[in-house]
C-alpha cells in the first residue's frame, strides 16, 4: 500500500541516534523517493545555526515524528530522549486518535516505557514498510493534514525502494567446459518511476534483477577466457576491464526500469594461485622419485628441484582454468622428461661419469633437457634445475665398502727359491677399495646377494692367496732384508693382485700399505734379548747396592 503526494510534501521527522546512521540514511532515501519530506540533522541542519533551536523547531513543524529504535538507542541516554520528550508534549496537545508519533524498530528490541503506549512498527519484518506508508496515509486523513495524499496504483513499496541484492552466477567461458562463480553485491536505488512503470516489471523485481544479473554476465564472459578474468584481477580496481563491462551493461539495464546503481561489488570466485605464481616465479620439487634405467637390475633414486619465472602468462591459457594444476603440470613434464632419459641410460655412465669422459654427464643432460620442455611449454625464463642423486641399496652398498677402508689383513710367506729357509715370514697389507672397477660393473651388481663383511672377508682371500703366491717367488733374503727400494718392488708385485679383484668382484682397489711382521725365529730372539737385557739391569743394580754398603761402613768407621 502506497501513496502519491499531489500538494505540498510531508515533513516526517526521523529521530535516532547516530550509531544507526547508515539505516537512517537508507530510511531516509526510501521515505523521498516515495515523494515524503524526511527532515534529519546531518541534512537540515546548515553551518552557523543553532542545532538544538533548529531541531525543535523542525519537530513542531513536521507532520509526524518517527523515532528509530535499535539496541543502540533504547535505554541511551542524549538528546534524543529530549527530542521523544518534546515529540510527546506535542502529542498531548492532539486527539487520543490521532497518530504523530510513529515508533519504528530497525530490528527486535525492548521499546522504551514512554513510548509503549504507541504501536510501533517493525521495518524488519516483510508487510513493516507497507504498515509505515499506511499509518502516515491514515494518520494524514485523521488530523485532516492539507496534502492531499491518497492510495495510487504505485508498485508495492517493497518493489520501487532502495534496494540491497547478492547474488551468485554460474556461467561459462571460453575456454573450460565447467562454470565459473561471480558473487554481486548491488545496492540499486529507484529514480524513475515513469520508466519502472512502462517496463512492467512483475511483482518480483528482485527476481527480475538476478535474472538480468544472469543474462548480462554470460553474454559478457561468453568470449572471454578464465586467464582473462584473471588477469583482470591484478589489475588495479579501476582498471579492470572486464569489470567495467559488467558494471556498464548491469547500470543500463538498471537505467531502463529506472533505477541507478548506487553500489556494486563484483567478487570472482576463483583460485588466485596462478596470479601468484606469475608474481613470484615458481618452485617444483620432485623428492625421492625413483626411474628405471637400461639395466632392469639397477633404479636410480633422484630429488630434483626446480625454480624459474613465466615470461608470456598469457600465453598458457590451456594450463590455467579451475581443472588444471600448473604446479602438478609442471611436475609431470620434469618426471616424464626424466624417466624417458633414465629408462635409455647405462647406469654405469649415471652412478661413474669419470668414466666415460667424451660423454656429457647425465645428470647435466637431464638439466638441459628440462629447462629446453619448460621454456618451451611454459615460457619459462631463468630456470634453475638441481639433480640430487639420492641412495639406494646400490649406493649405500658401494659407500659402506669405500668408507669401511683402509681394511688389514696378514700374510704367511714361505719362499720356495730358498730351500734352505723354511721359516713363515709375515706381512700386514692395508687395502683401500676406491668403488667400482672401469669395467666391472657388471661383475659387481652379479654380486649383490653378499654383505659387506662377507664380500671384504672374500676379497681378502683372494688377495691373500694370490699376494702369498707371487711372493713365493722371491728369495727369503729378498723377503728379509727390506730396503726402500725392495720395499717398493714388492708393493708393485702386490698391486698386481688389482686386476684379479676387478675380474672377480668388479671393484677398483689400491694396496696403499705393505710392512713385514717379525718373524717367529725373530719374535723368539727378540725374547731372549729382552730377557738377557733385563737380567744384565738386575746385576748391574745388585752390584750398586753393594757398592753402597761398602761406602756406608767405611763412614761408619
Same mark, same amino acid.
Given at each position: 500500500?502506497?501513496?502519491?503526494?499531489?500538494?505540498?510534501?510531508?515533513?516526517?521527522?526521523?529521530?535516532?541516534?547516530?550509531?544507526?546512521?547508515?539505516?537512517?540514511?537508507?530510511?531516509?532515501?526510501?521515505?523521498?523517493?516515495?515523494?515524503?519530506? $524526511?527532515?534529519?540533522?546531518?541534512?537540515? %541542519?546548515? $553551518?552557523?545555526?543553532?542545532?538544538?533551536?533548529?531541531?525543535?523547531?523542525?519537530?513542531?513543524?513536521?507532520?509526524?515524528?518517527?523515532?528509530?529504535?535499535?539496541?543502540?538507542?533504547?535505554?541511551?541516554?542524549?538528546?534524543?530522549?529530549?527530542?521523544?520528550?518534546?515529540?510527546?508534549?506535542?502529542?498531548?496537545?492532539?486527539? +487520543?486518535?490521532?497518530?504523530?508519533?510513529?515508533?519504528?524498530?530497525?530490528?527486535?528490541?525492548?521499546?522504551?516505557?514512554?513510548?509503549?503506549?504507541?504501536?510501533?512498527?517493525?521495518?524488519?519484518?516483510?508487510?513493516?514498510?507497507?504498515?509505515?506508508?499506511? /499509518?502516515?496515509?491514515?494518520?494524514?486523513?485523521?488530523?485532516?493534514?492539507?496534502?492531499?495524499?491518497?492510495?495510487?496504483?504505485?508498485?508495492?513499496?517493497?518493489?520501487?525502494?532502495?534496494?540491497?541484492?547478492?547474488?551468485?552466477?554460474?556461467?561459462?567461458?571460453?575456454?573450460?567446459?565447467?562454470?565459473?562463480?561471480?558473487?554481486?553485491?548491488?545496492?540499486?536505488?529507484?529514480?524513475?518511476?515513469?520508466?519502472?512503470?512502462?517496463?512492467?516489471?512483475?511483482?518480483?523485481?528482485?527476481?527480475?534483477? %538476478?535474472?538480468?544479473?544472469?543474462?548480462?554476465?554470460?553474454?559478457?564472459?561468453?568470449?572471454?577466457?578464465?586467464?582473462?578474468?584473471?588477469?583482470?584481477?591484478?589489475?588495479?580496481?579501476?582498471?579492470?576491464?572486464?569489470?567495467?563491462?559488467?558494471?556498464?551493461?548491469?547500470?543500463?539495464?538498471?537505467?531502463?526500469?529506472?533505477?541507478?546503481?548506487?553500489?556494486?561489488?563484483?567478487?570472482?570466485?576463483?583460485?588466485?594461485?596462478?596470479?601468484?605464481?606469475?608474481?613470484?616465479?615458481?618452485?617444483?620439487?620432485?623428492?625421492?622419485?625413483?626411474?628405471?634405467?637400461?639395466?632392469?637390475?639397477?633404479?636410480?633414486?633422484?630429488?630434483?628441484?626446480?625454480?624459474?619465472?613465466?615470461?608470456?602468462?598469457?600465453?598458457?591459457?590451456?594450463?590455467?582454468?579451475?581443472?588444471?594444476?600448473?604446479?602438478?603440470?609442471?611436475?609431470?613434464?620434469?618426471?616424464?622428461?626424466?624417466?624417458?632419459?633414465?629408462?635409455?641410460?647405462?647406469?654405469?655412465?649415471?652412478?661413474?661419469?669419470?668414466?666415460? $669422459?667424451?660423454?656429457? $654427464?647425465?645428470?647435466?643432460?637431464?638439466?638441459?633437457?628440462?629447462?629446453?620442455?619448460?621454456?618451451?611449454?611454459?615460457? /619459462?625464463?631463468?630456470?634453475?634445475?638441481?639433480?640430487?642423486?639420492?641412495?639406494?641399496?646400490?649406493?649405500?652398498?658401494?659407500?659402506?665398502?669405500?668408507?669401511?677402508?683402509?681394511?688389514?689383513?696378514?700374510?704367511?710367506?714361505?719362499?720356495?727359491?730358498?730351500?734352505?729357509?723354511?721359516?713363515?715370514? +709375515?706381512?700386514?697389507?692395508?687395502?683401500? %677399495?676406491?668403488?667400482?672397477?672401469?669395467?666391472?660393473?657388471?661383475?659387481?651388481?652379479?654380486?649383490?646377494?653378499?654383505?659387506?663383511?662377507?664380500?671384504?672377508?672374500?676379497?681378502?682371500?683372494?688377495?691373500?692367496?694370490?699376494?702369498?703366491?707371487?711372493?713365493?717367488?722371491?728369495?727369503?733374503?729378498?723377503?728379509?732384508?727390506?730396503?726402500?727400494?725392495?720395499?717398493?718392488?714388492?708393493?708393485?708385485?702386490?698391486?698386481?693382485?688389482?686386476?684379479?679383484? /676387478?675380474?672377480?668382484?668388479?671393484?677398483?682397489?689400491?694396496?696403499?700399505?705393505?710392512?713385514?711382521?717379525?718373524?717367529?725365529?725373530?719374535?723368539?730372539?727378540?725374547?731372549?734379548?729382552?730377557?738377557?737385557?733385563?737380567?744384565?739391569?738386575?746385576?748391574?743394580?745388585?752390584?750398586?747396592?753393594?757398592?753402597?754398603?761398602?761406602?756406608?761402613?767405611?763412614?761408619?768407621?
Amino acid at each position: 500500500m502506497n501513496v502519491t503526494q499531489k500538494k505540498r510534501k510531508l515533513q516526517l521527522f526521523l529521530s535516532y541516534t547516530h550509531r544507526d546512521e547508515v539505516e537512517v540514511e537508507t530510511l531516509y532515501q526510501k521515505l523521498s523517493s516515495f515523494g515524503f519530506k $524526511p527532515w534529519i540533522d546531518i541534512v537540515d %541542519i546548515l $553551518p552557523g545555526e543553532n542545532w538544538e533551536w533548529s531541531i525543535k523547531k523542525a519537530i513542531r513543524q513536521s507532520d509526524f515524528f518517527i523515532v528509530c529504535l535499535s539496541a543502540n538507542s533504547v535505554n541511551r541516554r542524549g538528546f534524543l530522549q529530549k527530542e521523544i520528550l518534546e515529540a510527546i508534549n506535542i502529542c498531548e496537545e492532539m486527539l +487520543p486518535d490521532d497518530i504523530f508519533i510513529i515508533p519504528v524498530r530497525f530490528h527486535k528490541c525492548e521499546v522504551p516505557e514512554r513510548l509503549q503506549k504507541y504501536q510501533w512498527v517493525d521495518l524488519f519484518e516483510e508487510k513493516g514498510w507497507d504498515l509505515l506508508i499506511k /499509518a502516515i496515509h491514515e494518520g494524514t486523513i485523521r488530523r485532516q493534514i492539507k496534502a492531499d495524499i491518497t492510495l495510487s496504483d504505485q508498485p508495492e513499496a517493497s518493489q520501487y525502494s532502495i534496494k540491497s541484492i547478492q547474488h551468485f552466477v554460474k556461467c561459462h567461458v571460453k575456454d573450460y567446459s565447467g562454470k565459473i562463480e561471480i558473487k554481486y553485491n548491488l545496492l540499486i536505488k529507484p529514480e524513475n518511476y515513469k520508466k519502472y512503470k512502462s517496463e512492467r516489471i512483475s511483482n518480483d523485481l528482485e527476481k527480475w534483477i %538476478i535474472n538480468q544479473l544472469n543474462v548480462t554476465t554470460q553474454n559478457v564472459l561468453v568470449e572471454k577466457r578464465y586467464i582473462d578474468i584473471l588477469l583482470d584481477l591484478e589489475l588495479e580496481e579501476d582498471k579492470r576491464e572486464i569489470q567495467r563491462e559488467l558494471v556498464k551493461e548491469i547500470r543500463k539495464t538498471l537505467e531502463s526500469i529506472g533505477f541507478s546503481l548506487k553500489h556494486i561489488i563484483i567478487d570472482p570466485k576463483i583460485d588466485l594461485t596462478p596470479l601468484k605464481l606469475k608474481r613470484d616465479g615458481f618452485i617444483v620439487e620432485e623428492n625421492n622419485a625413483i626411474f628405471a634405467t637400461l639395466d632392469n637390475r639397477v633404479n636410480v633414486k633422484l630429488s630434483i628441484a626446480v625454480v624459474g619465472k613465466i615470461k608470456y602468462f598469457e600465453k598458457i591459457s590451456q594450463y590455467i582454468t579451475p581443472d588444471k594444476n600448473i604446479m602438478e603440470e609442471m611436475r609431470q613434464i620434469i618426471n616424464n622428461v626424466t624417466k624417458e632419459l633414465m629408462y635409455n641410460a647405462d647406469p654405469e655412465q649415471f652412478y661413474m661419469p669419470v668414466r666415460f $669422459p667424451s660423454q656429457e $654427464p647425465l645428470t647435466e643432460k637431464l638439466r638441459n633437457l628440462i629447462e629446453e620442455k619448460l621454456e618451451k611449454e611454459f615460457f /619459462a625464463e631463468n630456470v634453475t634445475v638441481v639433480v640430487k642423486i639420492e641412495e639406494t641399496d646400490l649406493i649405500k652398498r658401494i659407500i659402506k665398502l669405500v668408507n669401511g677402508s683402509p681394511y688389514r689383513f696378514e700374510i704367511q710367506i714361505i719362499p720356495l727359491l730358498s730351500l734352505g729357509h723354511r721359516e713363515m715370514i +709375515p706381512f700386514e697389507v692395508e687395502l683401500l %677399495i676406491n668403488g667400482i672397477d672401469e669395467n666391472g660393473w657388471g661383475t659387481f651388481l652379479s654380486r649383490n646377494s653378499e654383505s659387506q663383511e662377507e664380500e671384504v672377508k672374500r676379497i681378502q682371500e683372494v688377495l691373500k692367496k694370490d699376494i702369498e703366491s707371487n711372493f713365493q717367488k722371491i728369495t727369503a733374503d729378498s723377503l728379509m732384508t727390506i730396503d726402500i727400494t725392495k720395499y717398493r718392488e714388492l708393493l708393485k708385485i702386490a698391486r698386481h693382485s688389482h686386476s684379479k679383484i /676387478a675380474k672377480i668382484f668388479g671393484l677398483d682397489i689400491t694396496i696403499s700399505q705393505l710392512s713385514r711382521k717379525l718373524t717367529l725365529v725373530e719374535k723368539t730372539r727378540q725374547k731372549i734379548l729382552h730377557a738377557q737385557i733385563e737380567n744384565q739391569k738386575k746385576k748391574e743394580f745388585a752390584k750398586m747396592k753393594v757398592n753402597d754398603g761398602t761406602e756406608e761402613s767405611g763412614d761408619a768407621h
